[in-house]
C-alpha cells in the first residue's frame, strides 16, 4: 500500500480520533433544536457548519446562529452561560485517542515517511483537541505531524477539490507519492480525482496494531 508512497495524509476525526457526532446532535436535541436541521444535509444548519469549518465565519457568529435556533424560555433561562454551554456540547463529539495510532504514525515518520494531516475543523475544535491530546498521551500532537493542513485555516474544506490542490502545490509534490486516509468515501473519491491514491478507514476503527497501514 505505501510502496513509492513519501507523503501519508491522515484525516483527524474518526481516523485518528473517535469522532461521535450524535452526542452534539443529541444534547442539542435536547435543548429543543428542530430535528430536521441536525439530519437535513443541505439545510441552513449545515450551511452554517460548513462555513465555520472553512473559517468564513467567526466562532460567535456560528454559536449566535445555534442560539437563535433554541427555543426563546431556553436561551432566557441560560443566559450569559449559554455561549459556554454551547462550547461544551459542540466539543462532546471528540472522543478518544488511541495510543496504538500514534505509535504507528511514529514508526511511519521513524521510517522515512512525511505524515501530514488534513482535517475539517474549527477555532472551536482545535484548542481543545490539542489540549485533550497532551493531557491523554503526554507530549503535544504536533510531536506526531511534519504539518497541519486544517480547513479553518484554509478556508477550503474537504470534499473540495482545490483543498487537496493546495496540500499538495504546499508540500511541493506530485500527486502519485502522496496516499490519503480518510471515514468519508466522498473525500476519498475527491482525492482520487485528483491522482491521490485514497483508502477509507471505518469511522473510529481501532486499525493501530492491525497492520492495515
Not at 495524509?9 to 429543543?32: N, P, Y
Not at 449559554?82 to 456540547?89: G, K, S
Not at 470534499?159 to 509534490?173: N, R, T
Request: glycine content about 8%.
Amino acid at each position: 500500500m505505501l510502496k513509492g508512497k513519501k507523503i501519508l495524509i491522515f484525516d483527524l476525526g474518526g481516523v485518528l480520533i473517535d469522532l461521535h457526532v450524535d452526542r452534539s446532535f443529541e444534547a442539542l436535541l435536547e435543548m429543543g433544536v428542530d430535528a430536521h436541521l441536525l439530519t437535513e444535509r443541505n439545510c441552513l444548519m449545515s450551511s452554517v457548519m460548513m462555513k465555520y469549518d472553512r473559517g468564513d465565519i467567526s466562532t460567535d457568529m456560528m454559536f449566535g446562529y445555534i442560539a437563535s435556533q433554541l427555543p426563546d424560555a431556553v436561551r432566557e433561562g441560560w443566559g450569559d452561560a449559554l455561549d459556554d454551554r454551547l462550547h461544551e456540547i459542540w466539543n462532546m463529539m471528540l472522543g478518544s485517542y488511541s495510543p496504538s495510532k500514534f505509535r504507528r504514525l511514529a514508526q511511519l515518520r521513524a521510517e522515512g515517511y512525511r505524515v501530514v494531516m488534513l482535517s475539517n475543523t474549527n477555532h472551536a475544535h482545535w484548542g481543545p483537541i490539542e489540549e485533550k491530546f497532551l493531557a491523554e498521551m503526554g507530549e503535544p500532537l504536533s510531536n506526531f505531524f511534519d504539518a497541519f493542513y486544517l480547513s479553518y485555516r484554509m478556508h477550503l474544506r474537504k470534499p473540495e477539490k482545490e483543498i487537496f490542490l493546495e496540500l499538495l502545490a504546499s508540500e511541493c509534490a506530485d500527486a502519485s507519492e502522496c496516499i490519503f486516509f480518510d471515514d468519508s468515501e466522498e473525500n476519498c473519491a475527491v482525492a482520487r480525482e485528483v491522482g491521490i491514491d485514497a483508502v477509507k478507514i471505518e469511522r473510529n476503527e481501532p486499525w493501530g496494531d492491525s497492520g492495515m497501514i
